[in-house]
């Protein structure tokens, strides 16, 4: 599967320089966790791209959010909640608003 994202896209783009470079998101967010544990790094740098790079994204914040309460205290937030909180974010809400025609009733697969 290939899947792209215009900011995530750009995010790497400009990350060329990074000693190594994980792209995460809440699907494998557990693998990034195992990984980054593993590595063990000096520093992990968390970067939740936003809208434009100029406008924070809910989804892209709270996954960052995610992902660092299991990487620094090893708490793992309750998903159902924040999935919930993205349902009625103002980017969710966008995907069940029944005008939209490129969001369908599979939406919910992902949601």
């Known amino acids: 599967m290939v899947h792209t994202t215009t900011n995530g896209t750009q995010g790497l783009i400009n990350a060329q320089a990074a000693a190594e470079v994980i792209t995460g998101s809440f699907v494998n967010a557990g693998a990034v966790v195992a990984y980054i544990q593993a590595k ?9 791209m936003g809208m434009g790079a100029g406008r924070p994204a809910e989804e892209d914040t709270a996954c960052a959010h995610y992902l660092k309460a299991q990487l620094t205290n090893g708490h793992t937030p309750d998903f159902e909640a924040i999935k919930d909180d993205l349902r009625t974010s103002h980017t969710g809400l966008k995907f069940f608003d029944p005008g939209v025609t490129w969001a369908n009733e599979r939406i919910s697969i992902c949601a």
């Not at 063990?40 to 939740?48: N, R, T, Y």
């Open 40 to 48: 063990q790094p000096d520093i992990v740098s968390l970067v939740a």
